[in-house]
């Protein structure tokens, strides 16, 4: 699935032998479309009253989603629900995008309308006063396999309510808690305590 922020990789005309490293070598991507995914995933969670927990990579994926969420409001097709970016690095990169213009497709103005399109969580006060919001959101948060990180913290406060969604945004390593989850399991240990898992789990790809 092409990235839609990345250029496309330079082609290789010719070669004796040719490595790649990847992921999903062994299987073919979902042709269903992310935004149908992602629209489905936040229209369904909002209606539910719940909140969509998005553990994601901080370098291109965060971003990625983040694209796509500017995209489905700025049709309409989601409720204008607030989108927070829980993660310093990912906080970062995504104000990078303004700064390397021609390393990526977008324009210096879509640049600026995706960056305004989340509230940027700095502090650690910041990221423990989201969880006690009571209104439906979207947190974006590290790490994505949930190994480690902010999103740790807002899994346990949202992971036993299943009016929430956790929606994880790529590939999940055996034995992290990503995986786990995703493989139904229906708690899961966080900082030393098992915390339910009543959420809907969900996996974007």
Same mark, same amino acid.
């Given at each position: 699935r092409n990235d839609p922020i990345i250029d496309e990789p330079?082609?290789?005309?010719?070669?004796?032998?040719?490595?790649?490293?990847?992921?999903?070598?062994?299987?073919?991507?979902?042709?269903?479309?992310?935004?149908?995914?992602?629209?489905?995933?936040?229209?369904?969670?909002?209606?539910?009253?719940?909140?969509?927990?998005?553990?994601?990579?901080?370098?291109?994926?965060a971003q990625t989603v983040l694209y796509y969420i500017h995209q489905l409001k700025s049709k309409g097709v989601i409720p204008d629900i607030p989108v927070f970016v829980d993660s310093p690095m990912a906080t970062k990169v995504t104000h990078l995008l303004d700064h390397y213009i021609g390393e990526?497709?977008?324009?210096?103005?879509?640049? &600026?309308? %995706?960056?305004?399109?989340?509230?940027?969580?700095?502090? $650690?006060?910041? +990221? &423990?006063? %989201?969880?006690?919001?009571?209104?439906?959101?979207?947190? $974006?948060?590290? +790490?994505?396999m949930a190994t480690g990180g902010r999103v740790l913290h807002h899994l346990k406060a949202f992971a036993s309510d299943q009016r929430n969604t956790i929606l994880?945004?790529?590939?999940?390593?055996?034995?992290?808690?990503?995986?786990?989850?995703?493989?139904g399991e229906t708690e899961i240990k966080i900082h030393g305590k098992m915390v339910p898992i009543h959420a809907k789990v969900e996996n974007l790809t």
């Open positions: 330079t082609r290789i005309e010719s070669a004796d032998y040719l490595i790649v490293e990847s992921t999903y070598g062994n299987r073919l991507h979902d042709k269903t479309s992310p935004f149908q995914e992602l629209k489905t995933t936040i229209l369904n969670t909002a209606k539910r009253g719940g909140s969509v927990i998005l553990p994601a990579f901080t370098v291109g994926r990526h497709r977008l324009t210096k103005k879509q640049c &600026k309308e %995706i960056t305004e399109t989340a509230s940027y969580i700095s502090t $650690i006060e910041e +990221s &423990k006063q %989201i969880d006690n919001y009571v209104m439906p959101m979207i947190i $974006i948060s590290a +790490s994505g994880f945004t790529g590939f999940q390593a055996g034995g992290t808690r990503g995986a786990r989850m995703l493989n």
